[in-house]
């Protein structure tokens, strides 16, 4: 699937030292992917288990990512509160491979879902009280129940079912405001959009560059030096980034669904409310109505859509109001997966934020 880099086997070779093997590696998510494609830059190249432009929250594997997750020897994911569909595959397939679910990481700061269509302003600042030990969070402690993210993994039986369209398909709660989403994305617990706070980026590079040095010992250090090179793109991004966002930082505006809160977290925004409860969730009228009553109440300056959803909805809560509207996407669709997925994405949604 992939090979060790040419260029540093050659040299190991030349100087007669045993070439190590990198560690076949799998990651659910393109904002995942991205951070693992960037430790493994020059040495190796990770699969992508969900591909750009698909629901993480639900989806049914092609063959061949379900050949990735089999040949893995390690994988990084979300957890199953962004996929709740892949931990069955996750052990009927990559069973032997050693996992590591990247919300459970130690130093990783997660969120509640806020609930109701109208944001407190600035509430994500209360709601959250226990946080990993970041520079920009020192004021907080370490959040409850981390755990190493390493389960034990029991054996798979085999391989020959890889159908999961069942996952995929499901339906229900339209036109509800239900506690969880069709597909148990459940709103009272933790909000799984967290690969939008740059500082937990910053976290999970070390995490991902750990993990591959204890398979790969041979290649610790390349790990290591290429975790820390992404960590200060990622500083540089959210600097510029930053500063195109300074006029946006007191206007409020609205989302589609509520996966941004991160996001405002690392950069200073205000979000005063989401049109829908989440991206698997049609909202109500009322919700609808609600919002309505937001954008006026507060000028909100844009509302913003997601490529995937039903435009119908925003021009609705935009009709006769003086707010723009711009495309947000969390997932980054439209980017290029690889070593710069990360500092791209947040530039792309950034920029979009700023423009609107």
């Known amino acids: 699937m992939w090979k060790s880099g040419a260029a540093a086997a050659g040299l190991l070779a030349g100087a007669g030292a045993a070439v190590a093997e990198v560690p076949q590696v799998a990651a659910d998510i393109a904002p995942v992917h991205g ?9 190796g190249e990770p699969a992508l288990v969900v591909p750009p ?3 993480p929250h639900g989806y049914a594997m092609r063959p061949s990512e379900a050949r990735a997750l089999d040949q893995a020897d390690l994988v990084f994911w979300l957890g199953e509160p962004l996929t709740p569909w892949l931990a069955g595959p996750l052990e009927e397939l990559a069973g032997d491979a050693h996992r590591v679910e990247l919300l459970a990481a130690e130093g990783t700061v997660v969120l509640p879902f806020r609930e109701g269509a109208r944001f407190e302003a600035h509430g994500h600042d209360e709601e959250h ?7 920009d969070h020192a004021e907080h402690e370490d959040h409850a129940e981390h755990g190493d993210g390493h389960d034990d993994h029991a054996d798979h ?11 995929a398909g499901e339906e229900g709660h339209e036109g509800h405001e239900d506690r969880a989403d069709a597909h148990g994305h459940d709103h009272e617990g933790a909000d799984p959009h967290a690969w939008l706070l740059p500082a937990n980026a910053q976290v999970w590079l070390d995490v991902i560059a750990e993990e591959l040095a204890e398979h790969d010992p041979d290649n610790a250090a390349a790990y290591r030096a290429n975790a820390e090179a992404g960590k200060q793109e990622i500083a540089e991004t959210v600097a510029s980034v930053s500063a195109v ?15 941004y809160q991160y996001f405002e977290q690392g950069f200073g925004l205000r979000a005063a409310g989401a049109i829908s409860l989440s991206d698997a969730v049609k909202p109500s009228p009322a919700r609808v109505a609600e919002i309505r009553d937001v954008v006026a109440d507060l000028k909100v300056a844009c509302v913003f859509s997601e490529p995937q ?14 707010a723009g509207t711009a495309v947000l996407d969390p997932l980054g669709a439209g980017l290029e997966p690889g070593p710069q997925f990360y500092p791209a994405l947040l530039q792309e949604i950034g920029s979009a934020i700023a423009g609107c």
């Open 35 to 43: 951070l693992v494609a960037r430790v493994m830059q020059g040495l």
């Open 157 to 167: 039986d085999g391989h020959e079912d890889h159908d999961h369209e069942d996952h």
């Open 309 to 322: 959803f039903n435009p119908g909805l925003v021009a609705t809560v935009l009709d006769g109001t003086a």
């Open 245 to 259: 966002l300074e006029p946006f930082r007191t206007k409020p505006f609205i989302v589609f669904h509520d996966a």
């Open 53 to 55: 432009g698909a629901s």
């Open 129 to 135: 009280e226990d946080h990993g030990d970041h520079d």
